[in-house]
């Protein structure tokens, strides 16, 4: 860890990171867009995630999540830890593309959901909240008969708008924003930076180089290395 950069961490007053795959890869969960990844092993996963298949396909729609998207084994990383400490501490928040619930279980506070939560799932009937094992052994409400659904963004579905206004809140707030595991080409998270407080100082954390418009200071590293040399 550079002592310039270690700095920036200290002095900063409040720090927004903004997350992707690349924080949860070091939990065993694939980046979908990875050489490897769901969507370059099967040019059709955007089709069986979005909400056009859900409503015309929602058996095939439940198997793919099912078989796909769930991986309840998971534990949060250094990265989730670390970054859960200093919102802990009132220092930080996190906005993230990530819905796979480890920041939650991470203990983060200040915390933005950007594209939903897997394990937060709802009947679509009555509206009631149900435990995700639930939704894992059937996709019907056992209360209703109405249809389950996990709460995250299909593609062709709109971004919850507390959830934008939230994370254009923290980034007019932070004096330091920090990019973790992402490349920042998904809109319209990536647009977020647009909104930043534009006297913040800017840091990516990425294995691939990022480019952008304004200056920012490039550390190109795995995050978990990174994190484990950060003092929170």
């Not at 198997?63 to 998207?69: I, P, R, S």
């Not at 094992?133 to 249809?147: E, V």
């Not at 939230?166 to 924003?177: F, K, N, P």
């Not at 990536?190 to 418009?213: E, K, T």
């Amino acid at each position: 860890m550079e002592q310039q950069i270690q700095q920036l961490f200290d002095n900063a007053k409040q720090i927004v990171f903004l997350t992707g795959a690349g924080v949860s890869t070091a939990s065993g969960i694939p980046d979908f867009r990875s050489a490897n990844g769901l969507y370059t092993k099967d040019k059709n996963a955007e089709y069986y995630l979005s909400h056009r298949y859900f409503e015309s396909d929602p058996d095939g729609f439940y198997q793919f999540a099912k078989d796909n998207l769930y991986f309840p084994e998971a534990k949060p990383n250094i990265i989730h830890t670390k970054q859960a400490q200093l919102t802990q501490q009132g220092k930080a928040a996190v906005i993230t593309q990530n819905i796979d619930n480890l920041y939650e279980v991470a203990g983060t506070k200040n915390l933005v959901d950007f594209h939903g939560n897997l394990f937060n799932v709802y009947c679509e009937k009555c509206h009631q909240s149900v435990d995700w094992h639930d939704y894992l052994t059937s996709r019907i409400h056992q209360g209703c008969g109405g249809p389950l659904r996990p709460d995250v963004v299909l593609y062709d579905e709109g971004i919850n708008q507390n959830n934008i206004q939230q994370s254009l809140d923290y980034l007019q707030e932070a004096d330091l924003v920090v990019i973790v595991g992402t490349s920042m080409r998904v809109y319209p998270f990536a647009g977020l930076l647009d909104y930043r407080n534009r006297s913040a100082q800017v840091v990516a954390v990425n294995q691939q180089p990022l480019q952008f418009s304004f200056p920012f200071t490039m550390v190109q590293q795995d995050a978990v290395e990174f994190f484990n040399d950060l003092t929170v």
